[in-house]
């Protein structure tokens, strides 16, 4: 069995988006290798790439909330947490809905709001 390491990884991730730049799992996968290896700038840039081009894909929400908690941005966590909410009521996305509802109020507990 071959293992990869993070970074063999980050590149073949990043041709396969090269290959197909529609393909939201593989930049949502590639954005996943980037936090682990702690580059939050670049996985920040890739998960807003996602929500732009793809709006709901809405798993992406409470990553980014996540990550935005993790660098510090609490006022944006907060905006990414609330918006992915509303389109996983919007679309019927019971489980995201869930994470979504509970990260938010794990925040809102953590500042005291």
């Given at each position: ?37 702690g580059d939050d700038l670049e996985a920040q840039q890739v998960m807003e790439e996602i929500l732009g081009i ?60």
């Open positions: 069995m071959v293992k990869f390491s993070p970074m063999n990884r980050i590149a073949i991730l990043k041709s396969y988006i090269e290959r197909d730049p529609t393909d939201m799992f593989t930049r949502h996968a590639l954005a996943m290798e980037l936090v682990k290896i793809d709006e709901l894909y809405i798993g992406t929400y409470y990553h980014l909330g996540k990550l935005c908690e993790r660098i510090g941005d609490m006022i944006k966590a907060e905006a990414v947490y609330t918006k992915g909410i509303v389109l996983a009521e919007q679309f019927n996305d019971s489980t995201s809905l869930r994470e979504l509802k509970a990260a938010l109020q794990h925040l809102k507990d953590e500042l005291d709001l």
